[in-house]
């Protein structure tokens, strides 16, 4: 028997997997990609100083994130150096390529943001962002740290 709609998980998912795709697709033609992009992007708006700070908010882990800065380092977009306060920690800096290639990606992200709202009005923008976040908030863990299904009785199979 076939459900009478799609289930909203799976055209979010099928959504999700084109437009990542798709801007995939647009930061690689500007010579990027998304983990490049986030790195470059935290470093400019100053979000974070430290390896560890830009692991966290670009969404990573520590080691994930080494793998990327060693590329760009190795790429020239940025530099790391010892906090010469705290030796434990590395500082990370973009360099004059590193700023290029920020100014490039926000130009590919920016074009790829009008493309994806076109025919789009402020007010289905404004309700799309507003079901988005209410989308993730439903499966988020709530404040005991349990999803919000935990207590459902798993499906017979």
Same mark, same amino acid.
């Given at each position: 028997?076939?459900?009478?709609?799609?289930?909203? %998980? &799976?055209? +979010?998912?099928?959504?999700?997997?084109?437009?990542? /795709?798709?801007?995939?697709?647009?930061? @690689?033609?500007?010579?990027?990609?998304?983990?490049? *992009?986030?790195?470059?992007?935290?470093?400019?708006?100053?979000?974070?100083?430290?390896?560890?700070? =830009? @692991?966290?908010?670009?969404?990573?882990?520590?080691?994930?994130?080494?793998?990327?800065?060693?590329?760009? $380092?190795?790429?020239?977009?940025?530099?790391?150096?010892?906090?010469?306060?705290? /030796?434990?920690?590395?500082?990370? $800096? +973009?360099?004059?390529?590193?700023?290029?290639?920020? &100014? /490039?990606? /926000?130009? #590919?992200?920016?074009?790829?943001?009008?493309?994806?709202?076109? %025919?789009?009005?402020?007010? $289905?923008?404004?309700?799309? $962002?507003?079901? =988005?976040?209410?989308?993730?908030?439903?499966? @988020?863990?709530?404040?005991?740290?349990?999803?919000? *299904?935990?207590?459902? #009785?798993?499906?017979?199979?």
């Amino acid at each position: 028997m076939r459900p009478a709609r799609t289930p909203t %998980g &799976l055209s +979010l998912a099928r959504a999700a997997r084109l437009v990542s /795709r798709a801007f995939d697709e647009a930061l @690689a033609e500007a010579g990027g990609s998304l983990p490049i *992009w986030l790195v470059l992007l935290n470093l400019k708006i100053g979000r974070a100083a430290n390896q560890r700070e =830009l @692991a966290e908010a670009v969404g990573v882990t520590e080691a994930t994130l080494t793998h990327h800065l060693n590329a760009m $380092e190795a790429s020239g977009l940025l530099t790391r150096r010892r906090d010469p306060e705290n /030796r434990r920690v590395h500082v990370v $800096e +973009l360099t004059g390529a590193g700023e290029a290639a920020f &100014l /490039r990606l /926000r130009d #590919a992200a920016m074009a790829f943001d009008r493309k994806l709202r076109r %025919g789009l009005s402020a007010d $289905e923008l404004a309700a799309l $962002e507003n079901v =988005l976040g209410r989308l993730a908030a439903n499966v @988020a863990k709530d404040e005991q740290g349990d999803p919000p *299904w935990s207590g459902l #009785a798993e499906p017979r199979t």
